[in-house]
């Protein structure tokens, strides 16, 4: 009998958690990326260390974006680069250019990046209307509520 594959067999999905430092709105984030690729840069985040669970996050994970307080969009992770800094040897998260705005959902501040399984991720937004402009403390009691 031959072996056959079965999602088991399959890497769990893995996601990566970090705080954009200094951009107040997604739009912010759209444009240094936008200006990044523009330059020929690649579009990268570099960090200290490679996720030690490599392989789950390059099994569908996305870098899921802490802004003003909250997640609120993510980018799916296609690759894990080797680059070598003045400081040493460290790891660039490379990112796909799409941004996906997801629910707002609090979180509090933290260093570096942190793992969010996959059951623990906010939705994409999915088409909704977005309330970018309120405080995201408010998104989420209008969501609550179910208004938002």
């Not at 709105?25 to 990044?36: A, D, I, P, T």
């Not at 099994?59 to 609120?72: F, K, P, T």
């Not at 942190?114 to 977005?130: M, N």
């Amino acid at each position: 009998m031959a072996d056959r594959k079965t999602d088991r067999d399959a890497p769990k999905v893995v996601h990566l958690l970090k705080i954009c430092v200094g951009v107040d709105q997604v739009e912010q984030l759209e444009l240094w990326q936008g200006q990044r690729v523009a330059r020929g840069e690649p579009l990268r985040h570099v960090t200290r260390s490679r996720p030690r669970r490599d392989a789950e996050v390059l099994a569908g994970g996305s870098l899921y974006w802490i802004i003003a307080g909250a997640i609120r969009v993510r980018q799916r992770i296609v690759g894990l680069d080797r680059v070598e800094t003045d400081t040493g040897i460290k790891c660039g998260l490379v990112l796909d250019p799409e941004l996906v705005r997801t629910e707002p959902w609090l979180r509090r501040p933290h260093q570096g990046w942190r793992y969010l399984e996959a059951k623990d991720a906010p939705p994409d937004l999915s088409g909704r209307a977005d309330a970018e402009g309120l405080p995201p403390e408010l998104q989420v009691a209008l969501r609550d509520i179910g208004v938002y």
